[in-house]
């Protein structure tokens, strides 16, 4: 059973930037993993995801150009680089994984059996 436990979160104005961290145990290397974001009053999207061995990556189009996921397995840790924060950007970010056999990732919210608490990130003037 993997768990994950995220952390980076923060306040930081628009333009500026965070790096969330998600810890992971439980055989990780069997996993990929994904974050998602929840803004207030609404719904959980997906936001990027990354293959057990890091070669995949998929982001959603509107962090496209802004974001970088990277993990290191050496580390146990999947890492999210958010760069030219807006403040649509606010929300609470999970970080989830699923166990599979493939090189591949989706971030698909129904597709993800373990997930984190999940860490808040304000970006705000």
């Known amino acids: 059973q993997l768990q994950l436990v995220e952390s980076g979160g923060g306040s930081v104005q628009p333009g500026g930037s965070l790096r969330l961290s998600c810890a992971l145990s439980?055989?990780?290397?069997?996993?990929?993993v994904a974050w998602f974001r929840q803004a207030p009053g609404k719904e959980r999207e997906g936001v990027s995801c990354?293959?057990?061995?890091?070669?995949?990556?998929n982001y959603a189009d509107s962090v496209k150009g802004r974001f970088t996921i990277s993990r290191d397995n050496a580390k146990n840790t999947v890492y999210l680089q958010m760069n030219s924060l807006k403040p649509e950007d606010t929300g609470v970010y999970y970080c989830?994984?699923?166990?599979?056999?493939?090189?591949?990732?989706?971030?698909?919210?129904?597709?993800?059996?373990?997930w984190g608490k999940g860490t808040l990130v304000t970006v705000s003037s």
């Open positions: 989830a994984g699923r166990y599979t056999a493939q090189e591949m990732c989706v971030h698909r919210e129904g597709d993800m059996a373990n």
């Open positions: 990354i293959s057990r061995g890091g070669g995949v990556t």
């Open positions: 439980g055989f990780p290397l069997n996993y990929y």
